[in-house]
Structures are given as structure tokens and as C-alpha cells.
């Protein structure tokens, strides 16, 4: 339940224990920490006032147990929580020997046997992610004042796009996402993709979309390649997001089917620095950055347990078996997640800055 070398982030709880947390090991000494800008995030990435999203109601107020003193980092492990306020086993008993298809429960019971506690997804939950959130949170003392920003934005659900000009300012596509409770900087798309979740929920269906995150500011040459490169970096945080299905860094598959005419990024002299005409590379070369601003999106599957029959086995009988999954599901992951992967790429740029790279 860890990831990261000098940044390290282990993960503690789950979906139906009392808490679900993280702590942070080599966080640097005399970082200011925000209380409450780790708690404006957790709020972005919490269910509770929006109408596409579960009606748990869990508002996920921070508790920060140690490796804080006077609103500094004291340089010791930095461990921190939320409680889980409205959990509901009932439904999850029901499902015990009948495995949601799309859903971790059938495998995890092979790999965990009885023992696992599978209620609300267990530590498969998406709830695992407000630990993640909060480590993003802390490592944004490490980025802002390095004047690297990061955002996140829904670039689709489903079948409705939006896709902004790669120049368009961090400030403004994160004003405009903070807009709506989808996370889309164009407010017209964002009215479509909110209708479209709210058919697929009445119709007991759920949808998908990509999320884009974007960071800009990010010096020349972070990364450790081989095995370390920002992209493996990068895609290892972004894939243990549940429902994250794919990763692409700029023009990612689309690159197969073009000439290196037209990907490659041409260099040219900006005053002192080098620049580049166009961002086809996503800000990546040979898995070191090249100060143009980071880009990836990430493909996020329409959420398992849907309220429709679907077919599946019964464990204990050996036969077959129909389940209507109940409880409270989002119908679209992507509007919460969006924070997520906001927050995974500040720790993925945080960790290999402190690696190496940060002057
Ligand atoms: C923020 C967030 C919320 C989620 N909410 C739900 C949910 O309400 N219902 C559900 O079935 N899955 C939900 N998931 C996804 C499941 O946890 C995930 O699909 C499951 O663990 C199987 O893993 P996989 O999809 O990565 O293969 C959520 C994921 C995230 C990141």
C-alpha cells in the first residue's frame, strides 16, 4: 500500500473500517501546510452536494495526527485521516457470495479468502483516494513556491468532449472547471454532461470519461530513467486509482498513426531559453521533462455497480446467479476524480523533483 522514493505515501483503512488515511514519510522540514487547503481538496473530491454523485453522505473532515507543528512540516512522518461517517454493511452482506461483476470483490475473495473485508469495496473502495488527495494536497508546498502548478480537468463523458487549447492559462481552466460539480472548463459541455449522467442513472446505468491534467512550471530534466521515468512515475500512481483503465502522455495512441513531421516538437530560442513550437510530447523526453508543461489524460470506466440485472455466480452454490447491485454508487466516477489525478501528479512531480532535478 506504498509508492515513492523520497516522497513516501502509504495508505491506511478502508471503505467501511473507522478511517481511511495516509502518511507521508520524507516530507522535507519547514514546508507550510494548510489546513484548510488540504480540506478545500478533500471537499473537491467529496460526493456530499453534488447531484451526480452517491448519496453517502461523507464529508470527510480532516484530521492531521502528526509531523505538523505551527503550520510547518516538521521534517517526521506526516500521518493523517479521515473518519467514515456513513457506512451501510447491510447491502455488502448480501453480496458476499454473489461477485459484482466489473467490481474487485471476485477476485479479491480468491486472493483474500474469508477474511476480506469487501464491504463498500474494502480497500478497493474509491475511498482509498482521499488518502492520495491529501498527500497532494501537502506536496503542493513542495511545487507552488517552484511556481509549478497543476490541474485537472473532465474532458469527457461518455461521448460528449470538450477539448481546451493547449495555451489556455492553468489559472483560468481551473477557475472554470471549480464552475460546475463536473470539473469541465466550458460550462455549456458541462450542462450535456450532466444531463447525460443523470440519463444513465435513471436508466440504472452508469458512464465514463477521460480526465487531463496539465503542469506547467515543471524545470528541465526531472525524472530518473530507466524504470523511473516521469511517465512510469506518472502512469504507476495514475493506475492504482480505481477505475483508471488507461494512461496517454500528449498526443499519446493518436501518435501511432502520424509522421515524425508532424509530432516531433521543433526547438527554437525564447531569449535565453529553449522552447518548443508545439507540445506533441506531452512534455516528456526520454523520460525526463522538458520544461513545456506536463500533459496526460486518464481513461476512467463507467462505475461497476450499476441498479440493473446483470449476470454473475453464486460462490457457495456453484451456479449461476442474478444480482441488482444496491447501495449508494456514483453513476460517473470521473467528476469526483478529478482531484485525484490532479493530486497523483503532484506527488509523482514532487517525489522526482526531490530525487532529483529541484535547484
Ligand atoms: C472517487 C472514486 C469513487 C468511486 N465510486 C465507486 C462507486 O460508487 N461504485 C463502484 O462500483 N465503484 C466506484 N469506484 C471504482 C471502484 O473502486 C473500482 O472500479 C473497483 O475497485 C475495481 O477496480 P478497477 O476498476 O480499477 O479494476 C470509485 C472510484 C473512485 C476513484
Same mark, same amino acid.
Given at each position: 500500500m506504498g509508492f515513492g522514493t523520497r516522497l513516501k505515501v502509504t495508505l491506511f483503512g478502508s471503505s467501511h473500517g473507522p478511517e481511511v488515511g495516509v502518511v507521508v514519510d520524507g516530507f522535507p522540514a519547514g514546508v507550510p501546510v494548510r489546513e484548510g487547503d488540504i480540506q478545500a481538496d478533500l471537499d473537491r473530491r467529496s460526493p456530499v452536494g453534488r447531484r451526480t454523485a452517491t448519496k453517502r453522505q461523507e464529508p470527510d473532515r480532516l484530521v492531521l495526527e502528526s509531523g505538523v507543528s505551527g503550520g510547518l512540516s516538521t521534517g517526521g512522518a506526516i500521518r493523517a485521516h479521515v473518519a467514515n461517517e456513513d457506512v451501510d454493511r447491510s447491502v455488502y452482506e448480501r453480496l458476499r457470495w454473489t461477485p459484482r461483476p466489473g467490481h474487485a470483490d471476485y477476485p479479491a475473495r480468491e486472493r483474500y !479468502?474469508? @477474511?476480506?473485508?469487501? =464491504? !463498500? !469495496? !474494502?480497500?478497493? @473502495?474509491? &475511498?482509498?483516494t482521499v488518502g492520495l488527495v491529501i498527500a497532494g494536497a501537502l506536496a503542493r508546498g513542495v511545487l507552488e513556491p517552484r511556481g509549478i502548478e497543476a490541474v485537472a480537468f473532465t474532458r469527457s463523458i461518455g461521448t460528449i468532449q470538450f477539448d481546451p487549447d493547449l495555451d489556455t492559462p492553468i489559472p483560468s481552466l481551473r477557475e472554470n472547471s471549480e464552475q460546475n460539480e463536473i470539473g469541465c472548463p466550458d460550462p455549456a459541455t458541462a450542462v450535456q454532461m450532466e444531463a447525460a449522467i443523470g440519463a444513465a442513472r435513471r436508466e440504472g446505468d452508469s458512464l465514463g470519461g477521460v480526465i487531463e491534467c496539465r503542469v506547467s512550471g515543471v524545470p528541465v530534466g526531472l525524472g530518473e530513467p530507466f524504470f523511473d521515468s516521469v511517465e512510469s512515475e506518472i502512469a504507476h500512481l495514475a493506475f =492504482?486509482?480505481?477505475?483508471?483503465k488507461g494512461v496517454e502522455f500528449g498526443d499519446g495512441f493518436a #501518435? #501511432?498513426? &502520424? &509522421?515524425g513531421s508532424q509530432h516531433n516538437d521543433p526547438f527554437y530560442w525564447d531569449g535565453d531559453r529553449v522552447r518548443t513550437r508545439t507540445n506533441h510530447s506531452g512534455g516528456i523526453l526520454g523520460g525526463l521533462t522538458t520544461g513545456d508543461p506536463v500533459v496526460f489524460r486518464v481513461a476512467v470506466k463507467p462505475t =461497476? @455497480?450499476?441498479a440493473r440485472p446483470q449476470e454473475t455466480v453464486d460462490l457457495r452454490t456453484r451456479t449461476r446467479a442474478e444480482i441488482v447491485v444496491g447501495g449508494r454508487h456514483d453513476p460517473c466516477i470521473v467528476p469526483r476524480a478529478v482531484v485525484v489525478v490532479e493530486s497523483i501528479a503532484r506527488l509523482a512531480i514532487a517525489d522526482l523533483g526531490l530525487r532529483g532535478g529541484f535547484r
Open positions: !479468502g474469508d @477474511s476480506a473485508d469487501l =464491504s !463498500g !469495496g !474494502g480497500i478497493f @473502495s474509491g &475511498r482509498m =492504482s486509482i480505481p477505475a483508471v #501518435a #501511432a498513426s &502520424r &509522421r =461497476s @455497480s450499476i
